[in-house]
């Protein structure tokens, strides 16, 4: 079995991130993790604490930020990133995660959700996108 992660350092990927963690700890299952980077985009970079303020897009750094906390929390966990455009949509960060979770033959994808319990279709959610492959199942993962 493998267990796939959307992660961007937000609260709600860091409680995804943990509760798949004890899901494949628990199995004995594989965990990829998959960040999802705007091309060029130091302003999106910035407001998630990849990049200091004021710095210029730099995709090492913010490679090597979103690892670590990644390790951090997950130390056996495969960490992968993927590049979208700039310009940053709901479905331009769930497409390249849907590409990995398909690549990887996932079994399992752990979505975290400040939404649970309520609308997790609005129109910004990233999750919703990512639960329209039947090809592996999709774990709601509520922030703490």
């Known amino acids: 079995m493998t267990f796939v992660v959307p992660f961007d350092g937000a609260q709600r990927t860091v409680t995804a991130l943990n509760r798949a963690r004890e899901f494949a ?9 998959v960040s999802v980077i705007p091309q060029h985009n130091a302003a999106y970079a910035r407001e998630r604490g990849w990049l200091p303020a004021g710095e210029p897009f730099d995709m ?43 690549r990887n033959d996932a079994d399992m994808v752990f ?28 774990v709601l993962v509520r922030s703490d």
């Open 25 to 33: 700890d628990a199995l004995g299952e594989d965990i990829i993790v």
């Open 60 to 102: 090492k750094t913010i490679v090597t930020t979103l690892r670590d906390q990644v390790t951090d929390i997950a130390p056996d966990a495969t960490f992968e990133y993927e590049r979208c455009s700039r310009s940053v949509t709901g479905n331009r960060i769930a497409k390249p995660v849907r590409k990995v979770a398909k």
């Open 111 to 138: 979505v975290g959700s400040d939404d649970a319990g309520r609308l997790t279709t609005t129109a910004s959610s990233v999750g919703n996108r990512i639960a329209t492959d039947g090809s592996y199942d999709v």
